[in-house]
């Protein structure tokens, strides 16, 4: 840990999800204002990682909003872009990487207007990472069980009040610093949250879990990541029984 947090910086990648962006933007112009109003630098990093859609449309003319561009077509590597240019430009302000914050999110979740505020409160208590829960809208389509057998297992990752066990990309922030010395997300095509919480545990850094500022996030039955999320709901679908819905439901 060095010093208070100074800016924070949301980092969003995006694959072809023009459908969905529009409203993660605008919870993050929120969560954005937020922080301002607090008294933080804030701003927003876009990872358009292959995108044929009218994704970036959607970015032009949103105040503190970034785009980087690739074609990875792996979701560690557009996490891994995005917290490189968020510090990049964070230390061309002079904010050295112990003073900023990397919140990740995904281009299907919504987050609350507190988030980036929540993480900067846990970081200056001390905390290097922080682990956050997710909450699943937009059944629709999924046979019946999905949803309550989601709920069974999420509730199993609990053990009362902020601990819990579970690492989503779609809520994870960690201090620049931190990042760095974790060897950043790795370029890989899925559990790249997993292993970034992994590597910053084994070095010895402050992980804390917290169930306040939860992110609303899709149920989609077809994700960026072959095993990510989706694949994760997919799977409690009981084969040659339950059919998952199609992508958009």
């Not at 917290?83 to 281009?107: F, H, I, K």
């Not at 609350?112 to 937009?138: I, Q, Y």
Request: charged share 15%.
């Amino acid at each position: 840990m060095t010093g208070a947090v100074r800016q924070l910086w949301a980092v969003v990648p995006v694959h072809d999800e023009v459908e969905r962006l529009g409203r993660c933007l605008d919870a993050l112009d929120r969560a954005v204002a937020t922080a301002r109003a607090a008294g933080l630098a804030a701003g927003v990093v876009v990872v358009l990682d292959a995108c044929t859609d009218g994704s970036q449309a959607l970015c032009t003319g949103r105040s503190g909003v970034v785009v980087v561009r690739g074609g990875w077509r792996r979701v560690g590597a557009a996490r891994a872009a995005g917290c490189a240019r968020a510090l990049d430009l964070s230390g061309r302000a002079a904010v050295p990487p112990g003073e900023v914050w990397l919140a990740c999110t995904d281009a299907d979740s919504v987050v609350p207007f507190d988030w980036l505020t929540h993480h900067a409160r846990l970081a200056d208590r001390g905390a290097d990472a922080v682990r956050g829960t997710v909450a699943v809208t937009g059944w629709a389509g999924w046979p019946a069980g999905v949803a309550a057998a989601y709920r069974a297992g999420y509730a199993a990752g609990h053990r009362g009040g902020d601990l819990h066990a579970h690492v989503h990309g779609a809520n994870l922030g960690v201090r620049g610093s931190a990042y760095l010395a974790a060897g950043g997300f790795p370029a890989v095509t899925g559990h790249e949250d997993v292993a970034l919480v992994e590597a910053l545990v084994a070095g010895g850094a402050h992980v804390v879990a917290t169930g306040h500022a939860a992110v609303r996030t899709s149920a989609r039955a077809r994700g960026r990541a072959p095993d990510g999320f989706a694949g994760h709901l997919r799977g409690l679908a009981l084969p040659g029984a339950l059919q998952a819905p199609a992508d958009g439901a």
